[in-house]
Nanobody, 127 residues
Framework: QVQLVESGGGLVQPGGTLRLSCAASGSLDRMSIGWFRQTPGKEREGITCIRTIDDSTYNADSMRDRFAISRDNGKNTVYLQIRSLKPEDTGVYYC?????????????????????WGQGTQVAVSS
């Protein structure tokens, strides 16, 4: 069993940078980790993920330029850095573990779901 707790959200000005954390209780060994978000009025969407086997990463097509995922295995924590924040980045950001890191996993297609999810952290981008 893995429990995930996101943190680092808050109110940020447009153009700023934010780093979100996803702390895990329970081992993340052999688990890929993904970051997702749900913005107002939209369905949850995948942002990026990192593969355990080689720490390679994959970003959704629309998320390639400002979003970066990284992990600190010693701290059992995965991070999401968001640069050049925009008001449309406002929403709840979730991390998830134990799923396929790639297009299907980030799209949350049936049969490709991440198994464990955190409760999310709220990000608000406003001046």
């Amino acid at each position: 069993q893995v429990q995930l707790v996101e943190s680092g959200g808050g109110l940020v000005q447009p153009g700023g940078t934010l780093r979100l954390s996803c702390a895990a209780s329970g081992s993340l060994d052999r688990m890929s980790i993904g970051w997702f978000r749900q913005t107002p009025g939209k369905e949850r969407e995948g942002i990026t993920c990192i593969r355990t086997i080689d720490d390679s990463t994959y970003n959704a097509d629309s998320m390639r330029d400002r979003f970066a995922i990284s992990r600190d295995n010693g701290k059992n924590t995965v991070y999401l850095q968001i640069r050049s924040l925009k008001p449309e980045d406002t929403g709840v950001y979730y991390c998830a573990a134990d799923g396929p890191c790639g297009a299907d996993g980030l799209a949350m297609r049936p049969g490709w779901a991440f198994r464990y999810w955190g409760q999310g952290t709220q990000v608000a981008v406003s001046s």
